[in-house]
């Protein structure tokens, strides 16, 4: 009646084991550590920069526990472990001099962080230590302004390009183009020339409003277009700043948007809040432009390309990085390593007339990124255009199928679609952090040890059962937080305090349960199998109830709402299985191996009809 099979006695083992083994890294804790990542989009880490970074900490006497290198989608980053915060700093300084030998101008972000100090092998299956949220961490917090203006000039800059091919397809000469303010002007010789263009225009844009304004052209966009170029916007920002806060090796950074046209980061556990500040406010854009071939030209800019050389490049932007959909690495015809570019189809037709008119002509892309508070350009690809394309087209030239691949890799990262501004910043220093952990982790256990004493004293065996299975439940908690990579706040906290009251009071419904039917005169086997029979329907509904709540908070709510409902939700489902599961095979295995037994240690019960308890067991 009372005995599990063993198959069910190996899943507690199995489970309470994983469980173990994924709470062990908050053991081991963090120690300091450097992390060395791109400080440019055109300057690639590599696991091949391992043996530099030994060289030069071998040289200056620095001990490190280990070197550590992570491949993220575009990129690498390195982190080196130190014994304590003064060799990490002494670390930082000597790495951050050998790599950067312009302090104006860096190649590499040289970052304090911190680091899991637990063994490699619990590393390389996945346990790590449970993400802290910036309450308990520490760290930083922006929050940014999204320039919509700047989103609506560049798209107004990709479309002047379009009018103008539109009226060429069209065979309508004679035109000037001027942008003014957030509308393009197009002046006509005639009005009836207006009016033919305004109904191309018409024809092919539905997202334009054209006023012919005696022989003048003011267009811009409607309304609904107008919305849908600033929420994309909004969005490619937030997609592009978690490229960026990647780059600092943050385990759970928040990236989210606040209102119209601002969005939030908070980095936990970022120390160098300088470097957080300059990778977070980095721009970067694309551009595709001609080269300007004409030495004596005044109407030119100068850019320097990766290899050093400079490049003088027109003025006019033929494309923005808005028209690039896709690039991949791959090769042409002649098996030569190729990068396959995309356009949208507005984009398509640009590129095709101008490439029609500028054969065997030099063009290059340039991207231009934000470094000391200064944009700049850096021409990333120059090459010479072969033939009249469209949509799609190949860039060959690149030595090596790498190089061809980290091209491939900037076109598609894209750049920020508007220009950000950091309005608020709040650093939450480490110390404070530590406090919160510390207060946050006494609460917890004076809570379990009061309700330990108390369950044990009032429930005598069954009570010492009970306290087991809460412990276990907070190991499968704080296991399962770490194997979705969940992020632990303060209000998580609250959330493991909830439910750890919530298990227990399933423990205390059983328990009464059984206590009930042994008033009943039951035996006390029969009365173990209806307490834990009985009472699993009423646990069932109470943990259900429970978890709908927990899932709205979940679905609709945001920061600190969420981070308690992620640990609320999964909380309810440990305790299922520790208060009910679990609890019942550790009263099977103590009890259910007797043949016959006269009584078991509830504690007192007391029986409706006398006014005395009978004798606990």
């Given at each position: ?45 590599t696991a091949d920069l391992e043996p530099k970074i030994a060289e030069i900490l071998a040289a ?76 308990l961490r520490g760290g930083v917090h922006f929050l940014m302004q999204v320039d919509l203006n ?326 499968l908690l704080v296991g399962l937080l770490t194997v979705f990579r969940a992020t632990l706040t ?128």
């Open positions: 009646m009372n005995r599990y099979p063993l198959w069910k006695y190996l899943i507690m083992i199995v489970v309470t084991a994983a469980g173990l083994l994924y709470t062990l890294p908050n053991i081991f804790g963090e120690g300091p550590a450097v992390q060395i990542s791109s400080a440019r989009s055109t300057v690639k880490v200056q006497n620095i001990a490190n526990q280990g070197i550590y290198f992570t491949q993220a989608a575009n990129n690498g980053s390195f982190r080196i472990r130190f014994a304590d915060v003064d060799t990490q700093l002494k670390a930082k300084e000597v790495l951050n001099s050998a790599f950067n030998t312009n302090p104006q101008d860096p190649s590499y972000t040289v970052a304090l962080n911190l680091m899991s100090k637990s063994p490699d092998w619990l590393t390389a299956i996945g346990a790590r230590p449970t993400s802290l949220g910036l309450d700047g989103a609506v000039q560049k798209r107004l800059d990709s479309l002047q390009n379009e009018l103008s091919s539109t009226l060429k397809d069209s065979k309508i000469t004679g035109a000037q183009i001027s942008k003014n303010g957030e509308r393009i002007d197009i002046t006509f010789d005639a009005p009836a020339t207006a009016s033919l263009a305004r109904d191309e225009i018409l024809k092919k844009r539905t997202d334009l409003a054209v006023i012919n304004n005696a022989g003048t052209l003011n267009i811009s966009l409607t309304p609904e277009e107008l919305i849908k170029v600033k929420t994309n916007a909004v969005q490619q920002n937030i997609t592009t700043l978690h490229n960026r806060v990647n780059a600092l090796g943050v385990a759970e950074p928040l990236v989210q948007q606040q209102g119209i046209d601002r969005i939030i980061v908070e980095l936990p556990g970022v120390q160098d809040t300088a470097i957080a500040k300059e990778i977070i406010g980095r721009t970067a854009t694309l551009q595709i432009r001609l080269v300007e071939t004409n030495a004596a030209a005044f109407d030119k800019e100068t850019f320097k390309e990766q290899n050093g050389a400079s490049v003088d490049l027109k003025r006019q932007v033929i494309l923005t990085g808005d028209a690039i959909i896709d690039a991949q690495s791959g090769r042409d015809q002649n098996g030569r390593s190729s990068v396959d570019v995309r356009l949208n189809d507005a984009g398509g037709k640009i590129m095709r007339e101008v490439t029609r008119e500028n054969l065997k002509k030099p063009m290059a892309i340039v991207l231009f990124e934000k470094r000391n508070g200064k944009e700049v350009g850096e021409a990333i690809s120059v090459a010479t255009i072969q033939g009249e394309f469209g949509d799609t087209f190949a860039i060959t030239g690149n030595s090596s199928a790498e190089e061809n691949n980290n091209l491939a890799l900037l076109l598609k990262a894209g750049a920020l679609a508007a220009p950000m501004d950091i309005i608020e910043e709040r650093t939450i220093g480490p110390s404070q952090g530590a406090d919160n952990i510390e207060k946050g982790f006494k609460s917890l256990v004076y809570g379990f040890c009061a309700v330990a004493v108390f369950m044990i004293l009032y429930y005598r065996v069954f009570g010492v059962i009970s306290v087991v299975s809460l412990a276990v439940n907070l190991l303060l209000p998580g906290i609250a959330a493991i305090a909830l439910t750890l009251g919530m298990a227990i009071d399933s423990n205390v419904l059983i328990n009464e349960r059984i206590r009930e039917e042994l008033r009943h005169g039951e035996s006390p086997q029969r009365a173990i199998h209806l307490g834990y029979e009985r009472a699993f329907a009423t646990i069932l509904d109470s943990n259900i109830t429970t978890l709908i709540a927990g899932l709205a908070l979940l679905i609709f709510g945001s920061g600190p709402i969420r981070g308690f409902a992620v640990v609320h939700c999964l909380g309810i489902l440990t305790s299922m299985f520790s208060a009910v599961f679990f609890s019942r095979g550790l009263a099977n295995f103590w009890y259910g191996r007797r043949q016959r037994l006269s009584s078991i240690s509830i504690g007192q019960i007391w029986r409706g009809d006398s006014t005395k308890p009978n004798t606990p067991a």
